[in-house]
């Protein structure tokens, strides 16, 4: 099966093919670094981060960029507000944002280009636009003219009549006075009092924030990529703007796929900075949730869709996980008990070959992700049990022909959860089943006379290590780690 994917400018889900066989090219709208990033970021990031897992493990060699929004009023706002400059405001939540990426397993890109380090790409840009008459300058300023570029909203569907006044986005009254036509957007800012400026044919200023992905994407991978990336709320005005500008420049088409991602709801509304009902990524993971149950919590979802963000959804995301994760960790944990030994994968049984397709079918599908982890958790079922069983202390025998029989079937367990950029966390402490067993006993002591204290104590000791007790009919207790 020939992977798919909806592309947002044709509404179309095509078959990919890249521009080279073999090859495939990358560019990922980056932040706007003036604060933490919230779980809509962290959504956006994660689906990317699975596609390029996914087209590297069918055999692309992926040159994957993303680029850093490091010149924009809302950093000069809150520089401002803190009494620091841009620079500062930006270095601090680059790192931050690179940090929590790291958290989440996240592969960093291959290039991550700065608006501020690519202004000689961005003023040849302009003055290529403002040589071939799309763009024009006044007292300072240069506009795109959006009059001059045939097929403008051939993404958004939207007409040039039914837009709005100031929907280029992030500009003032006074520069909205200066254009010759209300939909025309900055490409050049000029300098304002105050405010850091860069040097210019058309005078000191800065770049507009959509000038700067255009030139990124043309300095770091030419005039024609394969995949543009983003949210669905980049697709207008910034996208948009992305193509008239580019390919009125180069006259070829910017992306041939365009693909976006759906937005993280919150009671019903997105979640957002501006709205006030977001949740930082290092909010949530100080609160103590895993950094793999987020991913996994994003990806039962299918990524264009919008994911309902509730502590319920967040909490059945954890309980998959342990499962998941208690089988991900069988062969490092209990390799020893169990008599595996590192080795090759071995010839998959007809079964596993057949698993290991209706992975590769569901993420062909458009990245159809949530049946991609239906087919990890089938594989991981007699995986969780077996490890289950060998937390209790119970022995297995190595020898046994259905354990040693249950290793491929956790090699491709493991490989097919590395797609999806999910890994075992890191082994706790081994635990001594004996003494687990010694204390049960003492609290089935305690219970029979009637010292439920002591019982309940006991319980709340093992707790506290992670070992949870379960009560079976018939005064049998197993246990698990938590």
């Keep these: ?19 080279q066989p073999g090859r495939v090219s990358i560019y990922c709208c980056g932040v706007t670094v003036y604060d933490l990033c919230h779980l809509g970021h962290a959504r956006s990031y994660i689906v990317w981060d699975v596609l390029r897992r996914y087209l590297v493990w069918c055999g692309y ?20 507000a803190e009494g620091s400059s841009m620079a500062v405001v930006s270095e601090r939540n680059i790192a931050a944002f690179q940090a929590d990426m790291a958290a989440l397993h996240i592969l960093p890109p291959d ?11 961005i003023r040849s840009l302009i003055s290529d636009l403002v040589e071939k008459r799309a763009a024009y300058s006044a007292d300072g300023d240069v506009y ?11 993404l958004s569907g939207r007409q040039l009549e039914e837009q709005q006044e100031g929907a280029s986005g992030r500009t003032s009254e006074a520069e909205e006075a200066r254009k010759q036509h209300p939909f025309d957007f900055a490409l050049w800012k000029g300098a304002k009092p105050g405010e850091p400026s860069f040097p210019s044919p058309w005078g000191p200023g800065r770049p507009g924030w959509h000038i700067e992905c255009s030139a990124m994407v043309r300095e770091e ?23 008239a500008q580019s390919e009125a420049a180069s006259g070829q088409p910017l992306a041939h796929f365009w693909l976006h991602n759906g937005m993280v709801n919150v009671g019903g509304e997105k979640m957002s900075k501006s709205l006030g009902n977001f949740t930082t990524i290092r909010a949530l993971l100080e609160s103590g949730v895993s950094p793999m149950t987020l991913r996994l919590f994003v990806l039962q979802a299918h990524y264009r869709k919008p994911l309902d963000f509730t502590s319920e959804a967040l909490a059945a995301a954890a309980t998959g996980w342990k499962g998941l994760d208690g089988a991900l960790g069988l062969g490092e944990r209990h390799a020893a008990a169990l008599g595996w030994r590192a080795a090759p994968p071995a010839e998959p049984s007809d079964a596993l070959t057949e698993a290991r397709n ?28 077996l490890a289950n069983r060998l937390e209790r202390g119970e022995r297995e025998g190595g020898a046994a022909p259905e354990v040693a029989q249950l290793q491929p079937r956790w090699q491709l367990l493991v490989e097919l959860a590395g797609v999806l950029g999910l890994e075992a966390e890191p082994a706790a402490e081994a635990v001594d089943g004996g003494e687990i067993q010694q204390r049960i006993e003492e609290r089935r002591a305690a219970k029979a006379a009637r010292d439920f204290a002591t019982a309940d104590r006991i319980r709340t000791e093992l707790a506290a290590e ?15 780690r938590g």
């Design 1 to 19: 099966m020939t992977l798919r994917l909806t592309n947002t400018l044709s509404r179309r889900c095509e078959p990919f093919e890249p521009l």
């Design 61 to 80: 060699a992926v040159t994957f960029v993303q680029n850093f929004t490091d010149i924009d009023d809302k950093i000069l706002k809150r520089a401002e």
């Design 111 to 121: 290039r991550m280009p700065r608006a501020t380090r690519s202004l000689d790409a």
């Design 144 to 154: 795109f003219s959006v009059m001059r570029q045939a097929g403008y909203g051939k």
């Design 221 to 243: 991978l030419g005039p024609t990529i394969d995949i543009h990336l983003g949210g669905a709320d980049l697709i207008f005005p910034h996208h948009e703007n992305e193509i």
């Design 358 to 385: 209706r992975f590769a079918a569901a993420m062909d599908d458009d990245l159809n992700t949530s049946a991609a982890v239906a087919v990890l958790f089938e594989l991981a079922r007699p995986l969780r049990a």
């Design 466 to 480: 992670g070992i949870e007790l379960i009560d079976r009919p018939g005064g049998v207790t197993d246990w698990v």
